[in-house]
Structure formats: C-alpha cells, structure tokens
C-alpha cells in the first residue's frame, strides 16, 4: 500500500483571507469552495482546507512548504513588499534573517490567523529532491 496524504483541514478566523493569503505567497490558485471550505491544492495533489471556526478555539499548527530557489525568491520579495514580519527560526529569535539550514534557504512568517509558515529550498537533513 502506498500512503499519501491527501487534505488537511487548516483552522481560521477567515478562510477566505487566509486562503487567499497562502495563495498569493505560493503562487496558487484558490480552490472553489466545498461546502464550509475553501481548498488550495499543492503541486503534489496535497489539498490544503481552509475552514472558519470561533478565533478563541483556534490552535496554532505549522505548516512548512519546500520550493524551488526561484519559488522562494519571488516568495521572499512578496513577504517583504507586503511588510510581513519573518525570521530565521521558528521560535522568533532572528527577525528579519532567513536561515540557510542544510544548504539551502528558509524563513517563518505567520498567517492572518497566526500559524507558522515556512518556506524551505532543502528538505531538512539536506536531500534536495
């Protein structure tokens, strides 16, 4: 049998902010909306579900994309024209730096309803595919 994941449904004040958020970043297409979700499908099939739910129950996840050096480039200049707050580390210790972990490039920033979103040129361990 081969497993792949296939959807996850991601928590948010407003999905179709966050949604349209993430797209814009990644270059993707918002999805038509299914019923309470608006979808973004990834490159690989993976399908990413943004769904309203009370802000208060919202608990923050981390969701980490890996992109080419140019995906990231165009990524990154977006991320600064639109003055969002990044770093270089998960934990929030290195505003404004990106890392170069593992050969390649990587920087957080957070989404409208504060989840961590990553962006990475190498897979970590360093095998690029």
């Known amino acids: 049998m081969t497993v792949q994941l296939n959807h996850t449904i991601v928590q948010c004040r407003d999905h179709r902010e966050s949604a349209e958020f993430l797209a814009y970043f990644l270059d993707l297409e918002v999805g038509t909306p299914w019923g309470p979700f608006i979808p973004i499908e990834l490159t690989n099939g ?36 639109a003055r969002i707050t990044y770093f270089a580390d998960p934990h929030g210790q290195r505003p404004g730096e990106i890392n170069h972990n593992d050969g390649g490039r990587g920087v957080y920033f957070e989404d409208p309803s504060g989840h961590g979103m990553e962006l990475i040129t190498v897979p970590y361990g360093g095998f690029k595919q």
């Open 46 to 81: 993976v399908t990413l579900d943004f769904a309203n739910i009370p802000a208060e129950s919202i608990t923050p996840q981390h969701y980490a994309f890996l992109v080419s050096e140019a995906e990231f480039d165009e990524a990154f200049e977006k991320i600064k024209r």
